[in-house]
């Protein structure tokens, strides 16, 4: 089993700064890549930064310049440095690891529980 451990999320205004991790641990044999996404109330679930295992790195167009995503192989972590927060960037933020649990299977994803980011005007 795999479990993923989101922190960081809070409550912050406008032009603030957080910082998000996730943690993944259990059966882990590799991580390919990791990812944050985030959903709004009554929007869908979008793609806000990937990272892949080489560290090349997706950014979503409207957190590009404020967002940086970056990770730690060596405790299986992501990190999402977000700053000059907006209202807009309101939402429950969940992170995405790609891994095999074992060298023989296939790639599965996991998804953390989300942690919520409110940023008031």
């Known amino acids: 089993q795999v479990q993923l451990v989101e922190s960081g999320g809070g409550l912050v205004q406008a032009g603030g700064s957080l910082r998000l991790s996730c943690a993944a641990s259990?059966?882990?044999?590799?991580?390919?890549?990791m990812g944050w996404y985030r959903q709004a109330p009554g929007k869908q679930r979008e793609l806000v930064a990937t990272?892949?295992?080489?560290?090349?790195?997706t950014y979503a167009d409207s957190v590009k310049g404020r967002f940086t995503i970056s990770r730690d192989n060596a405790k299986n972590t992501v990190y999402l440095d977000m700053n000059s927060l907006k209202p807009e960037d309101t939402a429950v933020y969940y992170c995405?690891?790609?891994?095999?649990?074992?060298?023989?299977?296939?790639?599965?994803?996991?998804w953390g529980q989300g942690t919520q980011v409110t940023v008031s005007s």
């Open positions: 995405k690891v790609v891994l095999r649990s074992t060298w023989y299977v296939r790639l599965t994803e996991y």
């Open positions: 990272i892949t295992s080489g560290g090349s790195t």
């Open positions: 259990g059966s882990i044999f590799s991580i390919d890549s």
